[in-house]
């Protein structure tokens, strides 16, 4: 595609559901990085990948959050148990390797969790 | 301390006048640094990346670096009310990893 697709753009849910978002990265992009942003803050690196393995996992909060990229082309990130605590927009860009530092965002996945 | 620092703002301007953005981070082998703009409601875009000291400039932006100091600036000159957003100052790490500060608020006044 021509940009970084995110989907959904919106998710509700209730404290404890299991959540999925998806992104696919721009064609022949290697790296893809997930980040979380709350309201007045800068973006909060989550993990990123360099084609189907994670390269960088540091961000993860807990347990509860895991993200895979099994033909290292689209991703989806994972959140088991949703707490309140997890309502941001997480938002996912790619880049064409991780030496090379442009991202390219997608229009982000906002998260709310009753 | 956190791994990049910004002064939050919010930094209003007048329209026509120069904006000054800094921002320091704590990772002394950093080698890439960039600036994105982002609005309110949307992701951020790229505006400008630097990679060695001293200035690099690209119309009305000029980015600045100084590794000793591990401080790099945004420059804004001509200042536009479209040009009000938030800046977010980026550092990437040997490892591939970039991490953004907090963000400053730009408001340029008509």
């Known amino acids: 595609g021509a940009g970084v697709s995110q989907t959904p753009s919106n998710k509700v849910t209730e404290k404890g559901k299991y959540v999925e978002l998806r992104c696919d990265p721009i064609?022949?992009?290697?790296?893809l990085y997930w980040y979380r942003q709350s309201l007045g803050q800068g973006p909060e690196f989550l993990i990123y990948?360099?084609?189907?393995?994670?390269?960088?996992d540091s961000g993860l909060p807990n347990d509860r959050f895991f993200a895979v990229r099994p033909e290292g082309s689209v991703s989806t990130l994972k959140i088991q148990r949703t707490e309140r605590g997890d309502s941001a927009v997480y938002l996912c860009?790619?880049?064409?390797?991780?030496?090379?530092?442009?991202?390219?965002f997608g229009e982000g996945s906002r998260l709310t969790v009753l | 301390q956190k791994e990049v620092e910004q002064n939050s703002g919010p930094l209003s301007v007048p329209e026509g006048a120069i904006a000054s953005l800094n921002c320091t981070y704590s990772?002394?082998?950093?080698?890439?640094f960039f600036w994105y703009r982002q609005y309110s409601g949307k992701s951020p875009e790229l505006i400008m990346s630097?990679?060695?000291?001293g200035d690099k400039e690209d119309g009305r932006f000029t980015a600045q670096l100084n590794k000793a100091s591990q401080y790099v600036s945004l420059l804004i000159r001509d200042s536009q009310p479209s040009d009000s957003a938030t800046y977010l100052c980026?550092?990437?790490?040997?490892?591939?990893?970039?991490?953004f500060g907090q963000g400053t608020e730009l408001s340029v006044k008509p």
């Open positions: 630097i990679y060695s000291n």
């Open positions: 860009a790619s880049s064409l390797t991780p030496l090379i530092g442009e991202l390219f």
């Open positions: 990772d002394r082998v950093s080698q890439s």
């Open positions: 980026a550092v990437k790490n040997q490892g591939g990893k970039l991490i």
């Open positions: 990948f360099q084609g189907t393995g994670a390269a960088d």
């Open positions: 064609s022949g992009h290697t790296a």
